[in-house]
């Protein structure tokens, strides 16, 4: 196992531990303060019995969003580091860093697809929803490492999204396109959750990848929760036919409509 996935297991064992309520007090109010988190949408600080409960809380105040069938919405909270079309089979990893989509896929994509890259940082909201309504085809998952995917390391490591274990759902959008959606791990998460596919069970057996189909696609409706981190990371999104694209390097809730499918 790699010294990165056996730090996020260990790291994830202490952020699951319910510490006494006083002590537990404490280092939520730590954690809060040193990533200067905003909990007026969730339960207050001293609700959470673990630092996991904390880094999972669930939304208290419903988000609104625009449900027309072409608005596609955000996933998650977080800061979109690139997006735009993917030229030759290859897209940013960050600016001046390209990465082959069909290693990230494990399969290629036709021609006429655009991407969004969203980075969760420690203080966002970690679930991670539907950006339109899909029907689920499939699923992979690719064991991996989990280096961490902030801006300094993205401009190190070469590859990183392809390094990283993953969990790629390749569903249909309401045009019968092909939807792709990404959940990449990084350094201490404990685990990604599919809602749909509780057979996944991630950073456990290095070098040990799956594939699940469905016979019946699994419908997901825009909005709906796909699933969560167990810290932040990092979420791709692949669709055929965008525009209207928002600008670069802007903090996004999930909810927020960033682009119109054509």
């Known amino acids: 196992m790699k010294w990165s996935n056996r730090f996020s297991k260990y790291f994830g064992n202490f952020a699951n531990k319910a510490f006494p309520r006083v002590f537990q007090n404490i280092i939520n109010i730590?954690?809060?303060?040193?990533?200067?988190?905003?909990l007026s949408d969730f339960a207050p600080i001293e609700s959470y019995k673990s630092l996991n409960e904390l880094f999972t809380r669930y939304l208290r105040v419903k988000r609104d969003f625009d449900n027309t069938k072409d608005r596609l919405i955000s996933p998650c909270d977080s800061l979109?580091?690139?997006?735009g079309e993917v030229f030759s089979g290859m897209a940013l990893q960050i600016k001046?860093?390209?990465?082959n989509v069909k290693e990230l896929l494990g399969e290629e994509i036709a021609p006429g697809y655009f991407y969004f890259n969203f980075y969760l940082s420690p203080s966002d909201y970690h679930h991670y929803h539907s950006p339109c309504d899909l029907e689920v085809l499939?699923?992979?998952?690719?064991?991996?490492?989990?280096?961490?995917?902030?801006?300094?390391s993205l401009k190190k490591n070469i590859d990183l999204f392809i390094k990283n274990e993953r969990?790629?759902?390749?569903?249909?959008?309401f045009r019968g396109e092909?939807?792709?959606?990404?959940a990449i791990g990084a350094l201490n998460v404990g685990q990604m959750v599919?809602?749909?596919e509780p057979a996944i069970q991630t950073n456990t057996t290095a070098g040990l990848n799956a594939f699940y189909k469905y016979e019946n696609p699994i419908i997901i409706h825009k909005g709906q929760e796909?699933?969560?981190?167990?810290?932040?990371?990092?979420?791709?999104?692949?669709?055929k036919g965008l525009k209207n694209l928002p600008a670069r390097e802007i903090k996004v809730k999930f909810g927020d409509t960033i682009a119109t499918l054509i």
Request: no cysteine; charged share 15%; proline share 3%.
């Open 167 to 173: 969990v790629v759902v390749i569903a249909k959008d």
């Open 178 to 182: 092909l939807f792709y959606f990404v």
């Open 226 to 239: 796909i699933g969560m981190f167990k810290m932040g990371s990092t979420v791709v999104i692949f669709a």
């Open 96 to 99: 001046g860093m390209q990465y």
């Open 80 to 83: 979109i580091t690139q997006h």
């Open 30 to 38: 730590i954690y809060v303060k040193i990533f200067n988190i905003d």
């Open 138 to 152: 499939s699923v992979r998952y690719f064991a991996g490492e989990l280096l961490p995917v902030n801006k300094p």
């Open 194 to 196: 599919l809602n749909f």
